[in-house]
């Protein structure tokens, strides 16, 4: 049932015109009645529930006389049960701590399995895991770093995601390196007959290409990249770096010359 006008007003008078929770006061901010505990969670529309609050209505003030009696304060007891239902309805810190350290094993074990069929043993998955945690608990790293350095220990196969901290990659660069370590990897595996590389030849790759992405321009020189890292797979090379100055070599100067 909605609150009536007369009943809006009162809340209004009994609150002094000024919002209960910020203090901000008419004529200068525009009122409203709010629910201390939301209809939605069993809040009720009984004057120890209403509470005036910032908005833009403050209507019905016409509806009740001056010397009107003043309607029930809020109940202290309403407030701290809306503290307690708005707590049990959020996730608490530890809470998302530890949600964030799922998110980066599973980002892992992920970029794992795509360079490999074999999968981690537990003795692995559990090793990751804890230096993640360290990594995610000790460093003021972006969520995002983070994730790229688990993307990148994974596909290394590597349980020290510390050897992959390096500077924040934007977005294209991220991307670019993901795709220049698919190209290398497929390409390596066709030349070698199902063959894959080890998991320190593909960190020692991860390790250049890094490096790389830090110094081209990831929109520019992607399809040069990408030929390159085709190119390194191909040989069985880990080094990147050598085969893209070989294709600038023989693409020669930009326009030519006359």
Not at 46 to 60: E, H, I, Q, R, W
Not at 74 to 96: I, Y
Not at 99 to 115: D, E, M, S, Y
Request: glycine share 6%; net charge negative.
């Amino acid at each position: 049932m909605a609150v009536s006008k007369r009943l809006r007003y009162e809340i209004l008078r009994r609150d002094n015109h000024a919002c209960r929770y910020c203090g901000a006061t008419a004529p200068g901010a525009k009122l409203n009645v709010d629910h201390v505990i939301p209809q939605a969670l069993g809040g009720n529309d009984k004057p120890d529930n209403l509470v005036t609050s910032c908005a833009d209505c403050n209507a019905g003030k016409t509806s009740s006389m001056p010397g009107a009696m003043v309607v029930a304060d809020v109940d202290q007891d309403t407030f701290r049960r809306a503290a307690e239902l708005k707590r049990a309805t959020q996730p608490d810190q530890e809470t998302v701590r530890i949600a964030f350290h799922v998110h980066l094993i599973a980002v892992w074990t992920w970029a794992w399995n795509k360079r490999s069929h074999n999968e981690p043993t537990k003795e692995q998955e559990a090793e990751a895991f804890k230096q993640l945690a360290i990594l995610a608990d000790g460093s003021d790293f972006t969520s995002d770093h983070l994730t790229q350095i688990a993307f990148e220990a994974g596909s290394a196969r590597s349980t020290e995601p510390a050897r992959f901290i390096g500077p924040n990659l934007s977005d294209d660069q991220f991307s670019l390196g993901a795709d220049a370590v698919s190209h290398w990897w497929e390409a390596w595996e066709k030349a070698s007959q199902g063959v894959k590389p080890s998991a320190d030849q593909t960190a020692e790759f991860c390790d250049g290409l890094h490096a790389l992405v830090l110094l081209v321009d990831a929109v520019d020189q992607r399809d040069m990249v990408m030929a390159a890292a085709a190119r390194a797979g191909q040989q069985r090379d880990t080094s990147i770096i050598r085969h893209l100055s070989a294709l600038r070599e023989m693409a020669g100067p930009v326009g030519g010359e006359d």
